[in-house]
């Protein structure tokens, strides 16, 4: 092989390996366009859903949102309605309470009348005792002065009438 021979060789060899390197670039290059294609329809779909889904949860947490603050309001006016409930409530212990106390003089000045009234009724009954005692000792005394005449009595009329049986 002659040097000509050689440095065409080489050169077709060259030539051949330069117009595989190109087409495997173009394939190379047609495959990554593919997959950017792919990838990007990919990632514009991911995107639209996930755009799609946060919007949904917006939605979904502006909605829970608006139920949690009109619950929180009600339990605010629960809450409020109870405070006024406690405060009538409050009001009325405290009125009871002066009530009692009120009531609580009251039956301590009923008591000492009550307790006055009991010694009256206990001197009184003292006094009607000393007084039953002299009724039931001058009741006896007389009752045995009618007893003595009533003996003297009888024992004149026993006279009377043993005079007039021996007559």
Do not use: P, W
């Not at 047609?30 to 946060?54: N, P």
């Not at 406690?86 to 009923?110: A, C, P």
């Not at 000492?112 to 000393?130: K, M, Q, S, T």
């Amino acid at each position: 092989m002659e040097e000509r021979d050689l440095g065409a060789l080489i050169e077709n060899g060259l030539k051949d390996l330069a117009g595989r390197i190109d087409e495997s670039r173009a394939e190379a290059r047609q495959r990554f366009e593919q997959l950017e294609k792919d990838l990007g329809g990919r990632i514009d779909e991911s995107r639209v859903e996930s755009r799609q889904r946060f919007e949904q949860l917006e939605g979904e947490i502006r909605q829970t949102r608006t139920q949690l603050q009109g619950e929180i309001h009600q339990l605010d006016g629960k809450i409020h309605t109870l405070d006024g409930k406690i405060h009538t409530l409050d009001g009325k212990i405290h009125t009871l309470d002066d009530k009692i106390h009120k009531l609580d003089d009251k039956i301590h000045i009923q008591l000492e009348y009550v307790r006055g009234d009991i010694r009256l009724v206990a001197e009184g009954v003292a006094n009607v005792d000393e007084k039953l005692d002299r009724h039931i000792g001058e009741t006896a005394r007389e009752f045995e002065e009618v007893r003595s005449l009533t003996r003297l009595s009888y024992v004149q009329l026993e006279k009377r009438v043993s005079a007039l049986e021996s007559r």
